[in-house]
């Protein structure tokens, strides 16, 4: 059913030891309001460390001050993983029903400067259920920002019924406040578009009120389709907003800067009936599944869409004539450009080259397209457009007793991790308890150097946490394990000291958020 309306609606250095003395201290950030869009915003400063490096030769005894260096650079090292992360404990009952969320926990770590990674995370307070999504921009951070800010509020009214849309629109039309539609949990250094948040919500009503003339909308959408509608018609505005009047050259700019920049996304709504993930792009959400020996098992509840993907790839050759068959895809890359290939934004893989030129002609002589990121460039054997679309992929599990927590992150952590390694990770931080299987037949066969190679493993397993926080316990593993799977605080302190200009070349931004589920739910005595 909600198909049609959808489509009604949307057609709008291994040997040597780094020492970093540290000559600049944390920029202070700003705290942002929770409620998201209010119009009293903040600025945003990036929590920044210069420092110069010194590389001795590790060695058996170091000197009263080098020890004292290394106790200083441990301390900036836990200071610079845990300055963005976020814990929130989730009420079982909010008074009306139980959470399927116990609690849940996010961290970020950038490598662009300013990263262009973004985190949301909200309970629906006209409807049931919470919704996480992690947001992975490139070309810019502008459009990975508009995307966290607007799809849970597409998702959260399109699961609103008629009645209760009603009752937003008459607060409208009258200026009285309108009941909120989502408690966001933000973290300080969040911030908003605030020069866009009048169009933001106009741009929300119209959804709405779209949504009220339909008739088959009266007890809102399921999760499954709010989610599909969601994303495509956030895509669709996004592609008007840049094409249309604005009240302002700021709001045309960003308007224009969010459209040609891109961002994938992968977004979770967890409910008592189960969880709903739509992904668009290479995010991933991975299940956490304690199995009945104590041992973790991953269940991906999402797809890369990328070209390891060959049913992705298939798809979108299909859409094109078969003299593109070979041009469409090449070095792995959308056109020979772009890696995901779904997306927000990244309208010059969907608009036409006129349009795509009209517009940019269209803006202020005086407006420096440089430093809107914008550039005059056309992707190899641009034939037949559109070639890139934001409709996501949707996937539904319910809820088990053993299902224990949901994984959601930004591609910079799988390039480092399998999901089967990240849900033992958490697992194994969750239980404090690391299981180590017992040595093979063949394991007692193994020459002496090779035995101790093995022992050094299975010693790294089980070395006890640093951070409370498993997102951050993740992204200290992702970046610091060392070659038995051990943590090493020098490749670790390697990996965050590198000069902003190199950082991107050795690691991507990463984000992530654990969120740890309410599995009792899923047993009989709440059937």
Excluded at 66 to 82: E, K, P, W, Y
């Amino acid at each position: 059913m909600y198909g049609r309306v959808c489509s009604s609606i949307v057609q709008r250095a291994s040997s040597c030891r780094l020492i970093v003395f540290h000559t600049v201290p944390f920029q202070a950030v700003h705290n942002c309001p929770f409620s998201s869009w209010n119009l009293s915003g903040v600025d945003l400063k990036f929590c920044t460390i210069k420092g110069s490096v010194l590389w001795t030769q590790s060695c058996r005894h170091f000197s009263t001050r080098q020890d004292l260096d290394f106790q200083q650079s441990q301390m900036q090292i836990n200071s610079i993983l845990r300055s963005n992360e976020q814990t929130v404990n989730v009420p079982e009952f909010d008074g009306r029903v139980l959470s399927a969320v116990r609690k849940f926990e996010s961290n970020q770590l950038p490598a662009n400067t300013p990263n262009e990674d973004r985190r949301s995370s909200a309970t629906c307070l006209q409807s049931k259920g919470m919704l996480f999504g992690v947001f992975d921009g490139h070309g810019g951070w502008a459009c990975a920002q508009a995307v966290s800010e607007r799809l849970l509020y597409y998702a959260a009214v399109a699961m609103m019924p008629k009645q209760t849309l009603e009752e937003l629109e008459r607060c409208m039309e009258n200026g009285r406040p309108v009941p909120p539609i989502l408690q966001w949990y933000k973290h300080h250094t969040d911030f908003n578009y605030r020069e866009s948040a009048s169009l933001y919500i106009n741009h929300l009503r119209v959804f709405w009120q779209e949504l009220l003339n339909n008739e088959e909308h009266d007890e809102g959408m399921s999760p499954l389709d709010a989610l599909d509608c969601a994303f495509r018609r956030l895509d669709a505005d996004i592609s008007l907003e840049a094409q249309v009047p604005l009240s302002n050259d700021l709001m045309k700019s960003t308007a224009i800067q969010v459209a040609f920049a891109g961002c994938t996304a992968c977004v979770a709504h967890v409910g008592t009936d189960g969880i709903h993930v739509a992904n668009a792009g290479d995010c991933r959400a991975v299940l956490g599944v304690q199995n009945n020996d104590g041992s973790w098992s991953a269940v991906p509840l999402s797809k890369d869409h990328n070209s390891q993907n060959l049913s992705e790839l298939e798809r979108i050759r299909a859409q094109h004539p078969p003299t593109e068959r070979d041009t469409v895809v090449t070095d792995d890359r959308l056109l020979g450009v772009l890696m995901p290939l779904r997306a927000f934004g990244d309208v010059r893989f969907k608009w036409s080259l006129e349009l795509q030129q009209s517009i940019l002609a269209g803006l202020e002589s005086g407006v420096d397209l440089d430093s809107l990121n914008l550039y005059q460039y056309t992707p190899p054997n641009y034939l037949t457009p559109p070639y890139l679309e934001g409709t996501p992929e949707i996937t539904y599990h319910k809820l088990r007793p053993q299902d224990r927590f949901l994984i959601l992150g930004t591609d910079g952590l799988w390039d480092e991790f399998t999901s089967e390694e990240a849900v033992r990770l958490v697992g194994e931080h969750l239980s404090g308890i690391y299981l180590q299987a017992p040595v093979s037949p063949t394991e007692r066969k193994l020459k002496l150097g090779q035995m101790h190679e093995l022992l050094l493993k299975r010693r790294a397993r089980a070395s006890p946490a640093l951070d409370t926080n498993a997102a951050t316990h993740l992204i200290r593993h992702a970046l610091g394990t060392g070659e038995y799977g051990e943590l090493s605080q020098e490749r670790l302190a390697s990996m965050l000291a590198l000069p902003e200009d190199l950082a991107r070349m050795y690691r991507d931004d990463i984000t992530v958020t654990v969120v740890y589920l309410n599995y009792d739910l899923a047993r009989p005595q709440h059937s």
